[in-house]
């Protein structure tokens, strides 16, 4: 299947970008946004958590401050309460009226990262019935590459991963992320070991998810990476 039929396939769809820490999912979703956009798709770009004033907020709490104190549990039901609310304002109401949805991250996170941190994967499922109804998307794209690769990526060390940025730091912006963009949040803190997991489980995903996963190397240039891109998207909406 040609780009051009690829596209089409997707009007109207949800689809969402995915994988590890430094694999390259935001700079794909929105390389792929930006070609359907191009071809005449109108198209709605979100990121999850977050995405809506209120997922906002939600997002702060689970990334801009140190977890290690937080239940897993608690930090689970967060994520799908950012989800619930960018469902309801953004991403139900987008493909409703015909628009492609591409969203940076979504339930497959939570398997990953959560099912990482100790919760299990296949009750993140449940939970997210409940959170977002059958608002599934069409087809996720989980873009791989080694725990290691992606730390490099994103300018750190094996040996500063378990960091955490210091509260005080954190809120020094009047939204508490004037930092962001300089040091890890509060996933990217957490161990190498840790991310060998999440990526682990990201390679299993497509088992138990209710909808079709496809894995993409992330390795090599952006444009390689967008045609494996293509390629596996071609294949599921064949």
Known sequence: MDVEQVQKALVGKFVVFDGPDGCGKS?????????????????????????????DRVRSILLDYDLSTM????????????????????????IEAGRTVVCDRFVTSTCAYQGAAGFDPKRV???????????????????????????????????HAGKHRSKSAKNA???????????????EARSIEFHRKVRKLFLDVHAYYPKPVVTVDGRGDVEAVHGRVMEALGDVAG
């Open 27 to 55: 700079t794909q979703g929105r390389l792929f946004a930006e070609r359907l956009g191009e071809a005449g798709v109108d198209v709605v770009t979100c990121r999850d958590p977050g995405g809506t004033q209120i997922g």
């Open 71 to 94: 239940d897993v549990n608690c930090e689970t039901m967060l994520f799908m309460a950012s989800r619930a609310q960018l469902v309801g304002e953004v991403v139900r109401p987008a």
């Open 125 to 159: 499922i449940e939970l997210a019935a409940f959170a977002i109804g059958d608002c599934w998307p069409a087809v996720t794209v989980v873009l791989d590459v080694d725990a290691e690769e992606g730390f490099e990526r994103i300018g750190r060390k094996p040996h």
């Open 173 to 187: 912006g009047s939204d508490g992320m004037l930092f962001a963009d300089a040091q890890p949040d509060a996933m």
